[in-house]
């Protein structure tokens, strides 16, 4: 049976992640973690196979951290990344931080179950889309597009977070509209204006619509 530990601080989702896993015959949800700490003491006290981990735990970097350290204190306890990122930059953190599964949120349960028994047999899994996000950022595809005011390659998230960006929507109205926490928000804020390679939001939107990526 592979002992799995549910580290994420919203409570509804973890209920319907274990929901997922009851059917399983060789999966068991063993421990259910909402704070960094509460991870850190389950895996001193029991053994866990694997860790589904939200990157933004509560925060990307405490997320990044608490990976590390897992793969670090228990290289037996494989991680796999469950969030709602789906920035290339952070997958590829999440990897060498030493986790063997990147999967959104919005994942299927055979997606899942899949990861599940794949990082436990000590193989890496991505699924579909998130192989898609690494092939368009991988250093071939950005050459072929690279060029004097080339676009910038956006995930699905950050296009809508600039459509409403560019709408004059508050950080807290687009998390509304797009069933995300404000934290979230941010990160694609900031995401956005390292790909556009501008300061701010005003000069974000300035170049966004002369490239012609929002009306």
Do not use: W
């Not at 349960?109 to 991505?126: D, G, R």
């Amino acid at each position: 049976m592979i002992r799995v530990l549910i580290a994420d601080d919203h409570n509804v989702f973890v209920e319907g992640i274990e929901s997922l896993i009851s059917g399983s015959l060789d999966i068991e949800v063993t421990e259910r973690c909402y704070t960094v700490q509460s991870v850190m003491e389950r895996l001193s006290q029991t053994a866990i196979d694997v860790v589904l981990l939200d990157i933004s735990f509560p925060y990307i970097e405490d997320g990044l951290g608490l990976c590390e350290y897992i793969v670090r204190t228990y290289p037996e306890t494989k991680v796999v990344a469950l969030t709602m990122h789906d920035d290339a930059s952070l997958i590829k953190r999440v990897v060498k931080k030493g986790a063997k599964g990147y999967l959104l949120k919005n994942t299927t349960k055979t997606e899942l179950l899949q990861a599940i028994q794949a990082v436990h047999h000590e193989k890496q899994y991505f699924n579909e889309s998130i192989t898609q996000i690494l092939l368009n950022d991988s250093p071939k595809t950005r050459r072929s597009t690279a060029g004097i005011g080339a676009k910038p390659h956006l995930s699905p998230r950050e296009s809508e977070v600039l459509t409403r960006i560019a709408q004059g929507l508050t950080t807290q109205q687009m998390a509304t509209q797009l069933f995300v926490s404000a934290k979230a928000i941010e990160f694609h804020r900031s995401s956005l204006l390292m790909k556009f390679g501008v300061p701010n939001t005003a000069l974000l939107i300035k170049t966004a619509m002369e490239m012609q990526m929002i009306d």
